[in-house]
C-alpha cells in the first residue's frame, strides 16, 4: 500500500470489461480521493452504471486492477461481503426489502451481516431515519410510501452500515419529479458532512452545487472531467458539448 | 425384461378409437361444463340469497371433493337414488361436465374482475345501454380473457379421461387394459397409451400458451 | 329414497381407517414431492444444458400424462424390473413424483417472481449468500407459494384416490369395500365426499391462516399497485 493508495478512496487502473463480445468499459483510469464527491454523467449504454457496480463487486471486470480503500479487488470476485459492507450503494429502483418495516430495513445488515446487537442497530437507523427526515415513517411498509420516501428510506438503509463511501445510480431517475428534490437534499447533505461519493446522474443542478468533480462518459471510456465550473463553463471535447447540449437544453 | 412394441401395433387401431371416443367424452363435457359454469357465475351473483349461497356451496362441493368419487356417484349412486341406470358414456360426460363447471365458474369470475372498471365507465358516458354494453364492450374484451383458461380446462379434462375406464367407457386407459389382458404386455400397452396422452395434451398445452400470446395484444 | 344411516354407523371403522391412510399418503408424498420440485426448479434455473434438459423433459413428460397411467406404468414396470413394492409404498412414489413436478413450476414462479434487484441490494449491504436467501428472497416467496402450493396440495390430496384402483387402501378403496359387502352406493359415496370435503377444507383454512401472518405486507396496502394475490387455479384435479 503507498502512501498515495491510502488517502484514495477508489483508485481503477486500466479496467476493462466485455459482455460476450461488447466492451463496456474500455481501459477506465480514475482515482477519487476520500470525501471527494464524483458525478458521473452521459448517455445510455456508455458504461457509466457499470463502472460504478465494478466498484461494489455487483459486476466482474475482466482487464485492469480496482483498487477501493486500500483494498485490491481480484477479479474473481472473492471475500465481496467485506468489501460490500464499506461500501454503500442506492438504486434507481430502491430495492427496498417489501417484506419488512421500514426500521426492519435498515437494521437488517447490521444485525444479519456484522451481528450488531438490534437495540444497538435500532438506535442507528432511527438516528439515520431522522437525517433522511422521515423517522415517523419506521413502522411502515416500502408499499406504503412514496417515491421519494422509498429512496430517502434506501439511503439511511445504506448509511447504517456506516459506509466508508456511497454509491449512487441514477437515484432519481424513477421519481416523480415532485419527489426529486426531496431526494437531492438528502443527498447535499450527505455531501457536506463529508461522505466521499460516486453518482450516476442527469441532474446536473446537484452536480453544479456539490460535486468537486464531474465525469463524463460515452462508450465505455472516460472522455472529459474537470471541476463543475470548468466543466459546465467550458468543456474541451466535442462528444461533451454535444451531451450537455442536450441534457440542458429544457 | 423383454418388451416386445412390435406385438403391440396390429392393436393401433383400438388406441386410436379410444382417442376418438377420449375426445367424445372430452369435447361434450367440457361444452356443458362452460354452460354449468355460466349457470353458476350467474347464481353467485343472483339476488336471492339461497340462490348465491346454494352455487357457492356446490362450487366448494365439487373443488374439495376427487373427480374419481363424483364419477362413481354420478355412475353408481344417482341411478340407487333415482331409479334409473344412466350409461357409462353419459355418466362420464354428466361427471366431467358437472366438475368442468365449478372451475370454469372461476374462471369467468376472474376473467369479469380483470376487466378494468372503467370500460363500464366509458360505456355508461357514451350512453350505451346495459345489453348493448354487454354485447359490445364486456364480452369481446371477455372472450380474450377467458380463452387461454378455457382451453387449458379442456386439457384439464381430457387429462381427466382416464378415470371413466373404471366405469368401463371405452376410452385410450380401458383400451390399454383390453390390450394387455389380450397381449399379456401391460408395460407395452399402457407406455402407447401414455404417447396418445402426451401428443394431445402437449399439443394442447402449446396451444394454450400460443393463445395466451395471441390474447395479450387484445387487452387493455 | 332412505339415507341408511345405521349403516355408516357400522362401517365407520373402516372410513377412518381409510381416511387415516389417506392423510398418511398425502403427508409423505407431498413432502417429497416439494423437494424434489425445489432440486428441479433448481436445475432448471441453471441456465446450463444438461440439467435444464432433464428438468424440462421430467416436467413436461409427467405433467402432459395422465396420474393414472402413471400409475398403471409403474404398478406394471416395476415388478419387470425387479423392484417389488407393496401398494402402497408404489403409491407413494408415483404420486411424489407426479407431484414433483408441479411443485417444480410452482417454486420456479416463485423465484422468477422475484426481482433482481432484491438479490443485488441485499448484496449490496454485505449480506452473505445464505443469509440473502433466508432473510431476503424465501420470505418474499412466501407470498406467491403459499396460495399455489396450497392448491397444489389440495389437488394431491384429491389424487390419493386415484390409488385406489391399485388396491391402496385409502379411503376411496375402503368405500369400495363397504359398498360391494352391503350394496349401498349412494351412502358409500357420500360419506367419502364428505369427508374428503372436510379434509380440504380444514387444509385450506389452515393455509390461509398462515398466510394471514407470514404476508402481512401484502395486505397493507389494499390499493397497491403491486398485486400478488396469485387467481387459484388448480394445476391437477
Redesign the interface.
Known amino acids: 500500500m503507498t502512501q498515495e493508495t491510502e488517502t484514495l478512496a477508489v483508485k481503477m487502473e486500466a479496467v476493462s470489461k466485455w459482455y460476450g463480445t461488447f466492451q463496456v468499459l474500455k481501459e477506465i483510469d480514475l482515482s477519487v480521493k476520500r470525501q471527494e464527491r464524483i458525478v458521473v454523467c452521459g448517455p445510455s449504454g456508455s458504461g457509466k452504471s457499470t463502472l460504478i457496480r465494478c466498484i461494489?463487486l455487483?459486476e466482474e471486470y475482466q482487464v485492469g486492477q480496482i483498487t477501493v480503500d486500500g483494498r485490491v479487488l481480484s477479479p474473481e470476485i472473492k471475500n465481496?461481503?467485506?468489501?460490500?459492507?464499506?461500501?454503500?450503494?442506492v438504486?434507481q429502483?430502491f430495492?427496498?426489502?417489501?417484506?419488512?418495516t421500514v426500521l426492519e430495513n435498515c437494521t437488517?445488515?447490521p444485525t444479519?451481516?456484522r451481528g450488531t446487537p438490534l437495540a444497538e442497530a435500532n438506535e442507528t437507523a432511527m438516528k439515520f431515519l431522522e437525517k433522511v427526515r422521515i423517522p415517523e415513517q419506521s413502522g411502515?411498509?416500502p408499499?406504503?410510501l412514496s417515491g421519494g420516501q422509498q429512496q430517502r428510506v434506501?439511503i439511511a438503509?445504506?448509511l447504517c452500515?456506516n459506509p466508508k463511501m456511497m454509491l449512487f445510480d441514477e437515484p432519481t431517475s424513477a421519481l416523480d419529479p415532485e419527489m426529486i428534490s426531496e431526494v437531492l437534499d438528502v443527498m447535499i447533505d450527505l455531501a457536506e458532512s463529508g461522505m466521499t461519493m460516486i453518482c450516476v446522474t442527469h441532474e446536473m443542478g446537484f452536480a453544479r452545487q456539490v460535486a468537486d468533480r464531474v465525469i463524463f462518459m460515452d462508450a465505455g471510456e472516460i472522455v472529459e472531467q474537470a471541476d463543475p465550473e470548468t466543466f459546465f463553463g467550458n468543456p474541451q471535447s466535442t462528444r461533451t458539448k454535444k451531451f450537455l447540449g442536450q441534457v440542458l437544453a429544457h | 425384461m423383454d418388451f416386445d412394441f412390435a406385438g403391440i401395433t396390429p392393436h393401433l387401431p383400438a388406441f386410436v378409437q379410444g382417442a376418438f371416443v377420449t375426445l367424445g367424452v372430452s369435447i361434450p363435457g367440457a361444452l356443458l361444463g362452460i354452460v354449468v359454469g355460466l349457470v353458476l357465475v350467474a347464481g353467485q351473483r343472483a339476488p336471492i340469497a339461497p340462490v348465491r349461497w346454494a352455487s357457492s356451496t356446490y362450487v366448494s362441493f365439487i373443488r374439495g371433493t376427487p373427480l374419481l368419487v363424483q364419477i362413481f356417484f354420478v355412475y353408481y349412486a344417482l341411478p340407487g337414488l333415482f331409479g334409473f341406470n344412466i350409461p357409462a358414456y353419459f355418466a362420464g360426460v354428466l361427471a366431467l361436465c358437472l366438475n368442468s363447471g365449478a372451475f370454469v365458474t372461476e374462471i369467468l369470475r376472474a376473467g369479469l374482475s380483470s376487466l378494468p372498471l372503467g370500460q363500464w365507465d366509458a360505456a355508461k358516458s357514451v350512453g350505451l345501454s346495459r345489453y348493448k354494453t354487454w354485447r359490445f364492450v364486456i364480452l369481446p374484451q371477455l372472450f380474450y380473457r377467458i380463452l387461454p383458461p378455457l382451453t387449458n380446462e379442456f386439457t384439464m379434462v381430457v387429462k381427466a379421461t382416464p378415470l371413466l375406464s373404471v366405469i368401463t367407457v371405452v376410452e385410450i386407459t380401458r383400451t390399454a387394459q383390453h390390450v394387455m389382458n389380450e397381449t399379456f404386455r401391460p408395460v407395452e400397452a399402457f407406455v402407447v397409451a401414455a404417447i396418445f396422452y402426451f401428443v394431445m395434451l402437449f399439443s394442447l398445452s402449446r396451444a394454450t400458451r400460443k393463445l395466451e400470446t395471441w390474447a395479450e395484444a387484445y387487452r387493455a | 329414497m332412505s339415507f341408511d344411516f345405521q349403516l355408516i354407523y357400522e362401517s365407520w371403522p373402516l372410513f377412518v381407517k381409510g381416511i387415516a391412510v389417506t392423510i398418511f399418503i398425502s403427508l409423505i408424498s407431498i413432502s417429497v414431492s416439494f423437494f424434489i420440485g425445489v432440486a428441479v426448479a433448481l436445475m432448471r434455473l441453471t441456465e446450463k444444458r444438461i440439467p435444464v434438459l432433464i428438468a424440462v423433459s421430467y416436467i413436461e413428460l409427467i405433467r402432459n400424462t395422465p396420474f393414472l397411467i402413471q400409475v398403471y406404468i409403474a404398478f406394471f414396470v416395476l415388478p419387470a424390473v425387479g423392484i417389488r413394492m407393496e401398494a402402497m409404498t408404489a403409491g407413494i412414489v408415483c404420486l411424489a413424483v407426479y407431484g414433483g413436478a408441479y411443485f417444480a413450476e410452482n417454486i420456479r414462479g416463485a423465484i422468477l417472481a422475484i426481482p433482481r434487484g432484491q438479490e443485488e441490494a441485499a448484496k449490496a449491504l454485505g449480506l452473505s449468500y445464505w443469509k440473502i436467501q433466508r432473510k431476503v428472497i424465501f420470505p418474499q416467496m412466501l407470498g406467491y407459494l403459499i396460495p399455489t402450493t396450497t392448491n397444489l396440495t389440495l389437488s394431491l390430496i384429491k389424487d390419493t384416490a386415484i390409488l385406489s384402483v391399485i388396491t391402496v387402501p385409502e379411503l376411496t378403496y375402503m368405500a369400495q369395500v363397504m359398498i360391494g359387502e352391503a350394496f349401498a352406493p349412494v351412502e358409500g359415496f357420500t360419506v367419502i365426499a364428505l369427508m374428503y370435503w372436510g379434509l380440504n377444507s380444514i387444509v385450506a383454512a389452515a393455509a390461509r391462516k398462515w398466510e394471514y401472518h407470514s404476508c402481512r405486507h401484502l395486505r397493507v396496502n389494499a390499493d397497491s399497485s403491486e398485486k400478488v394475490v396469485v387467481a387459484v387455479l388448480p394445476e391437477t384435479r
Request: glycine share 4%; proline share 3%; charged share 20%.
Open positions: 461494489n455487483l465481496a461481503e467485506s468489501v460490500r459492507q464499506e461500501v454503500g450503494m438504486f429502483q430495492n427496498l426489502f417489501p417484506h419488512l437488517l445488515a444479519e451481516a411502515k411498509y408499499s406504503q434506501a438503509r445504506s452500515m
